[in-house]
């Protein structure tokens, strides 16, 4: 009983933060306390309580002459991760669409946040069935956009990065030694690609490419998967050549839609902070 109104209290303070945050995010300038409070009709106590823990994550800010508040950063740093996936996924899908189709192999866009990689598409085909949803997320060291992600980063940065990344053995070959996956990424580094053989889901191959901004920095990758080794060798070739294709299309629509955030970078730094 006590567990359930731990969590009840918990959901409820999480919708008040909400409602708080919502309001700020309505209103043309700055708010105090009470008058939230007044709005919200949440106790003055309540809302200073929340207020603190949202300034606390960047949500909100607070004028040091006036002590009323205002949304935050983080709250525009979140909605460019949104804003970041949606172009993504608008200047890709339909040359993921047709990659996919023409080799007959399902296809995945996905970026780097933080620790993991992050499905921005994920297009099934009949041979494969593997469909994570948009924003699920998958081990960077298992999987070839996770490694493609990893490349963007210098090789110091890297090796430090490797050293604290949790990876798991998913099955027998999975890389779980940080200076064999080191080895791997200076190679994807150097090819422009890479594989995943069987590391992330037994018997699921994939082959990916990096996704370049307009400076040519890496911001996500695509890739291709399918059953079994025998299937992926014979297509292999023709799918690289078909994801970098695709990736060269993807890269200048971007540079012609908004301006794509460091975000991955941003992520990577903040880690090590």
């Known amino acids: 009983m006590a567990r359930h109104l731990s969590e009840l209290d918990a959901n409820q303070s999480l919708s008040k933060a909400l409602m708080i945050v919502k309001m700020l995010s309505s209103t043309q300038g700055d708010i105090g306390v009470r008058e939230l409070g007044r709005r919200l009709d949440i106790p003055p106590s309540v809302v200073h309580r929340l207020l603190a823990t949202l300034k606390n994550h960047d949500f909100v800010e607070q004028d040091p002459r006036t002590m009323r508040y205002r949304t935050g ?38 970026a780097m946040h933080d620790t993991e990689m992050v499905y921005f598409l994920s297009l099934p085909s009949p041979p494969i069935h593997v469909y994570p949803q948009p924003g699920r997320t998958a081990p960077l060291h298992s999987t070839s956009i996770g490694k493609i992600a990893l490349a963007r980063l210098e090789n110091n940065e890297l090796a430090t990065f490797l050293q604290t990344l949790d990876m798991p053995r998913l099955t027998g070959n999975t890389i779980v030694e940080p200076i064999q996956l080191y080895e791997e990424v200076i190679e994807v580094r150097k090819t422009g690609y890479a594989d995943c053989r069987g590391e992330n889901i037994e018997g699921i191959y994939a082959i990916g490419v990096p996704v370049l901004d307009s400076r040519g920095e890496i911001v996500a990758g695509i890739s291709l998967a399918s059953p079994g080794p025998e299937m992926f060798r014979e297509i292999r070739d023709s799918a690289l050549e078909q994801l970098r294709r695709a990736s060269a299309i993807i890269t200048e629509r971007l540079s012609r839609l908004v301006s794509i955030p460091d975000t991955a970078s941003t992520s990577s730094h903040r880690q090590h902070a």
């Open 73 to 110: 950063y983080g709250l525009y740093e979140a909605g460019q991760s949104y804003l970041v996936q949606r172009t993504l996924a608008d200047a890709a899908f339909e040359e993921l669409q047709k990659v996919a189709k023409n080799c007959n192999m399902a296809a995945y866009l996905g």
